[in-house]
């Protein structure tokens, strides 16, 4: 079946290859940009330095704040996917950005996967309107409903180029890929760049520390390895992140952060409060002292490779000294076929072809299997071993957990299976 894409928009692009790594041109970035640096103190001590060099705070009270909130023209509620980006921005967490992208950094990171001064960055983040009215040099308040979370002096607005902007950053052009549609439907017309002035977090179900706030809770001068997910964790997720910590390029007192993300991900997944509360449960029952939890308010665009790059660096600047990459790590199918749009090691190898350049070591995920004689053990193990291996899929496991099945324990924790048949 023909892919629905931009052209039955009445748009255009090419359909060359999105991940073909280009030759990487430093240029100077712009003398006025969104990633002028707005520095925070840290603890010099923490093994990792942020992504730039220094760790963004924006946040201001008091006077200054009163004065950001004075000069603001007009308001604007943000969606829950900008609420994300916003918190982001003047927590640290895109350092270096001190803003919402414009034009030229936009397109920088559209079409290298790197600012304008040649830094790497994954995807780009930007602020979405529809809006003819709002021009440069307007400050607009951002809101969670009723609560002040930022002033937005924009300085610059343009039209995106959006079919570029997917085949480049998705690999592909087509609606049938979640982070495609969401670009091309959900989207305004136009992106706003310019500076942000943070005045409130966002006020969640689930506390989301910042990375000043992580940074400060982790071992000093430790390797921190992260470890990514957007589902609630079973038996297997958690048998790879802690082996992860046997890794040969892990130093051997080493911890891993589960960072999970608790933002709006695809239609389809569990939503965040729930994963949230299955995250807390399994915290307390294997209070194992080399793990340390954290959540991240963070929006999924399912972009394969590049979205491991964004990932990397975002953990990065949470204090990580390394990431484990998953098997078609931030993948999806289409939405009509069922076809991976990603390749299962992509996302891994684009990974390691930047892990020394961006200073966050890899750390490929085993491929675990359950046997009868030795428990977990890797894929090839088993094989050699020839071992019984045992398997539940994840459709099986919904339907065992909607008819009140037992679920075996080898699969599922007793306290996340617990949450989710309640909610």
């Known amino acids: 079946m023909s892919r629905v894409c931009f052209a039955l928009l009445g ?26 640096l707005a520095a925070t103190t840290m603890a010099a001590d923490v093994k990792q330095k942020p992504h730039g060099g220094k760790l963004v705070d924006l946040m201001v ?4 704040a009163e004065a950001a909130i004075a000069r603001a023209t007009s308001e604007v509620e943000l969606s829950d996917r900008q609420l994300c980006d916003v918190e982001l921005i003047v927590n640290g967490g895109f350092s270096p950005l001190t803003g919402f992208m414009n034009e030229e950094e936009y397109k ?27 021009q440069p040099g307007a400050s607009i308040l951002l809101k969670q409903g009723d609560r002040p979370i930022a002033v937005f002096d924009v300085s610059a607005k343009y039209t995106p180029n959006k079919p570029l902007e997917a085949l480049k950053c998705y690999g592909t052009s087509s609606l049938e890929h979640p982070g495609v549609q969401m670009i091309a439907m959900e ?16 006020v969640r179900d689930f506390n989301c520390k910042t990375p000043k706030e992580v940074r400060a809770g982790l071992p000093k001068a430790k390797d921190v390895v992260a470890f990514q997910c957007r589902n609630p964790v079973h038996r297997a997720h958690y048998e790879l992140f802690t082996r992860a910590l046997d890794a040969p390029n892990v130093e051997k007192d080493g911890i891993v952060l589960v960072h999970p993300t608790c933002g709006p991900t695809q239609a389809d997944d569990i939503p965040g409060i729930v994963r949230y509360r299955t995250y807390e449960v399994l915290k307390e029952e294997t209070a194992n002292p080399r793990i ?3 959540y991240l308010p963070y929006s999924m665009h399912m972009a ?22 998953g098997r078609d790590m931030a993948g999806s199918k289409s939405s009509v076929s069922g076809e991976d749009f990603y390749g299962a090691y992509d996302a891994q190898n684009f990974a390691k072809s930047i892990s020394k350049e961006l200073g966050v070591d890899t750390v490929p995920s085993l491929d675990l299997v359950f046997t009868e004689e030795e428990g ?37 924790f007793k306290s996340v299976v617990k949450v989710l048949r309640e909610t």
């Not at 009270?61 to 200054?64: K, L, M, P, V, Y």
């Not at 830094?119 to 602020?127: I, Q, R, S």
């Not at 045992?390 to 679920?407: E, H, P, V, Y």
Request: aromatic share 8%; net charge positive.
């Open 61 to 64: 009270e008091g006077a200054a």
């Open 11 to 36: 748009l255009l692009a090419s359909q060359t290859s999105a991940f073909v790594i280009p030759t990487t041109h430093i240029i100077r970035a712009p003398k006025a940009s969104t990633t002028q």
């Open 376 to 412: 977990y053990v890797t894929a090839e193990r088993a094989k050699e071993a020839n071992l019984s291996i045992k398997k539940l899929s994840g459709t099986k496991f919904r339907q065992m957990l909607r008819a009140g099945d037992d679920i075996p324990e080898w699969f599922a």
């Open 187 to 202: 989207r305004g017309k136009y992106y706003l760049g310019g500076q942000l002035t943070g005045l409130n977090l966002p």
């Open 292 to 294: 340390e939890w954290a």
């Open 304 to 325: 394969g490779p590049r979205e491991a790059l964004q990932h990397m660096m975002i953990r990065k600047n949470y204090g990580c000294t390394h990431f484990i990459i």
């Open 108 to 134: 920088s990171v559209v079409e290298t996967h790197r600012l304008p001064n040649g830094l790497l960055f994954g995807l780009p983040v930007v602020f979405d309107t529809d809006s003819e009215t709002i």
